[in-house]
């Protein structure tokens, strides 16, 4: 199910729902490029396990209005509103990548509703220790760039932009070699090239394109709020592919060691390993709605 919420600001948030309409709801939250089509590869587990994943999509992407923002905080409020619009009370988050951010902020501010917290292949503040450590050198570039000259990360973008605008089958087999052997494995599948296909059509042709995604890079170094901040009654779960080169598995570690409590599972794949490890991601999601939460990091 598809819908566009009116927001009070006078902006549109489009949303699409997957899984269980009647189950427990999950908020996802999509990635730097992407959409809320991410969420579907957890669609069928989230069906099967009786959850109900809410995506929005991010201002710029699809048909969700363009904000200026600071910090991953200034997300917040549109959760509420999402919230309140769906009538929902307690509910969990899903990170993915660029997701990551606006899970754990909205853990900060909303803490005492969300009962599970879930970061999949998560970009944590890459000033973190270590975190960048087995990052892609063209990423950790385009980080770096992103936090001190937006202007800079905008016009690479918009190259970006303007190449897949020319030619998406040819501009997404490029990209995909750029990735792990496991990553590049997992897109020969052709529903799931075609699925990212969408993503960057939401990101690239519907939405604001580069100046989004550049808004986005310097948020990632400002989140507002102190990691060790978060309650610490509510544990994070980390999933992350030790393949993993977008995104790499030294950020994960440095997440666990930042986070008060925290749950890490580190599996075979790469960046897109929530395509192969949908059931079990929304399994152990399925299992802390009814388990107490440990203060103690487990890994």
Partial sequence: MEHA???????????????????????????????HHQASYIADQARQN??????PNRPGV????????????????????????????EFS?????????YALATLSRLGHRVQ???IISGMGPPQLPGALDGMDRRRRLLLGI????????????????DRFQADPERFLPRLIA??????????RRREVFELFLRDLHSVFTEGVGAEGLAQELALY?????????????????????????????????????????????LVPGGHFMAVDEAHRIVARLREQLDEPASLENQT
């Fill in 178 to 187: 750029t990735w792990s052997a496991p990553d590049r494995m997992i897109f």
């Fill in 221 to 265: 170094r400002n989140y507002g709020f102190p990691l060790r901040s978060l309650p610490k009654d509510r544990r994070v779960t980390l999933w992350q592919g030790l393949a993993d080169t977008i995104v790499p598995p030294a950020m994960a570690w440095a997440l666990v060691r930042a986070l008060p409590n925290c749950e890490a599972l």
């Fill in 50 to 55: 009786g959850l109900r994943v809410i995506a």
């Fill in 62 to 89: 699809g048909r969700s209005g363009f904000t200026r923002r600071t910090t991953p905080l200034d997300a917040v409020p549109d959760v509420e509103e999402l919230a309140e619009a769906l009538g929902l009370g």
């Fill in 5 to 35: 919420l009116a927001l009070r600001s006078g902006r549109t948030l489009e949303v699409r729902e997957y899984g269980d309409e009647s189950g427990h709801p999950v908020i996802f939250f999509h990635g730097l490029i992407g959409s």
């Fill in 116 to 118: 599970t917290a879930t």
């Fill in 146 to 161: 992103g936090s001190r000259n937006p202007r800079l990360a905008r016009r690479a973008f918009q190259e970006a932009a």
């Fill in 93 to 101: 988050v899903i990170g993915i990548s660029g997701g990551a951010p």
